[in-house]
């Protein structure tokens, strides 16, 4: 990736299990706006990081895991809202991207310990009812692991926390997530977390790129062959690239139903 300008403002935290990075061109709205946007947009991460944590026994996922059925459960709008996107992806590619299966696995195995309940009867993700914006109603303990497409969606609301003051041109990185926008055109490599280099995919602007790598993260109901270890999409927002790496690395070949998906979002698949 290019080093920053003079007239663009550098800043990581650890959020999300990784390094968030934002680079933001300060031209528009000078240096201290520029800062003020990067610290509000940092603070939306971290909410959705809290509410979100499959570690975590205070957060929402945990609410959801120790749930009786036909409870009323209280979420943050972020939460819901990922549930919702949650629901559609896992009934949109088949149950290929499934996070009550992948929580459920996870949660047994004791790599999850935030969403430990019990997950022998863990109900469905299309069973839970929303109320409104806030609340569900639970069916039953439901464990779920939203890594496939929260930290995507943390980085669109970040690029949306940022747009709103004013920030002109920006790129939001998630450890490998992340999201452009703006009149400058952003180098992106993909790099696996071992291994040489293996793809450039373009200059991007005004684009999302995920990219995920086969691991304990990934619990698939159908294992794709072990040739595709890793699955970058690149799309319109994140979290849809991130739902669709998730997706990608379950099929030998991209089958019609991924394909037309692919076409109807402009998303670009590669993967090794």
Known sequence: MSAPSSTTLRRARPLLGTLVSIMADTDAIGDAQTLAAMDDAFATISAIHDAMSAHSPDSDLAKL??????????????????????????????????????????ARRGVRPGIAGDTHTSASLAALDFADDTTVIAPGP????????????????????????????ALVNAGGDLRAFGARPWPIDVRPSSGPLTARMLRLKEGAIATSLRGDEFVPKRRAPARWRCASVQARDCMTADALTKWALQADEPGLRLRRTLREHGARLVRW
């Open 142 to 169: 439901l464990a779920l692991d939203l890594g496939g497409i929260a930290k995507g969606y943390a980085v669109d609301q970040a690029v949306s926390v940022l747009r709103a003051h004013g920030v002109q041109c």
């Open 65 to 106: 895991a120790h749930a009786r059925a036909g409870s009323a459960i209280v979420l943050s709008p972020h939460t819901c809202n990922v549930l919702r996107a949650a629901e559609h992806w896992t009934r949109e590619s088949a149950h290929a991207f499934d996070p009550a299966q992948a929580g459920s696995n996870l």
